[in-house]
């Protein structure tokens, strides 16, 4: 059956995939593992030169739920997710990379936490793992953010973001190389209310070689560049809200 025949899932997992053939098929079984099955998974191509576009239509012939969509050029993580948010059919959007995972209660636990606290932006906490699934610490989160307080430091996970479309649209991330998703959540809140957080693991976020030290630089570039060109804020305004966003990330990896 086509996806136009198929009911309307209730939530759209946005996954981009690029040279990912090594960790594609745990991340789409975490999905598939969900207590809540009422989703689907929309894997975007992005260019890869591995056999990550052979691998999704081979998982996508052993599970219906999953959409495939694709180009030949690589053209960076924000065009990806973005033809998957245009081509969602769900009532929620979340986000999952492709090298990422997560638990079985993720999906339930969020949508029930939504539906009990009446929020339409959530995230949850999750775990810092290695490449071979060794734990290195946890990222809590707070009950609540704010655009204002977002400014200060990004506290949500694109691996455990979710928003509702009929609250918001389908609203797309910023066409930036990186910290795209922290431009997204930010233009979320601008529209006024919070992000509630669920202060409970339910996803694994493996941290790279390339997450490590020699890439902060250029992570801070990132976020000065989404500061001053997508939020709008002055330089002084953008240092001040760098300087805690730096401070903020460094207490949230320090052993609890």
């Known amino acids: 059956m086509s996806a136009a025949l198929r009911p309307l899932p209730r939530v759209s997992v946005v996954t981009p995939v690029w040279n990912a053939e090594a960790t594609l098929a745990a991340t789409v079984a975490s999905v598939r593992a969900q207590t809540m099955s009422d989703w689907e998974m929309l894997l975007v191509d992005d260019g890869s030169s591995d ?69 339409v932006f959530a995230f949850c906490s999750y775990r810092r793992v290695d490449a071979v699934g060794r734990v290195l610490g946890e990222v809590r989160v707070p009950a609540s953010v704010d655009h204002v307080r977002l400014l200060h430091g990004n506290v949500i996970g694109c691996l455990t973001a979710i928003y509702d479309v009929a609250h918001f649209g389908r609203v797309e991330m910023p066409n930036l190389r990186r910290r795209q998703d922290y431009g997204l959540w930010l233009r979320l809140l601008a529209r006024g209310g919070e992000a509630h957080g669920l202060d409970r693991v339910l996803a694994d976020y493996r941290v790279g070689a390339g997450s490590l030290s020699a890439n902060k630089v250029t992570a801070l570039a990132a976020t000065w560049e989404l500061y001053r060109c997508e939020a709008g804020l002055s330089p002084l305004q953008a240092g001040w809200c760098l300087a805690r966003n730096a401070a903020g990330a460094l207490r949230r990896r320090l052993p609890r």
């Open 51 to 119: 056999r990550s576009a052979a691998l999704t239509r081979t998982l996508a012939a052993e599970e219906p739920r999953l959409r495939l969509l694709g180009w030949p050029e690589n053209r960076g993580a924000a065009a990806a997710r973005n033809a998957a948010i245009a081509a969602a059919r769900g009532r929620y959007v979340a986000f999952l990379d492709a090298d990422d995972l997560w638990h079985p209660e993720k999906l339930a636990a969020q949508l029930e936490h939504m539906a009990r606290t009446g929020a």
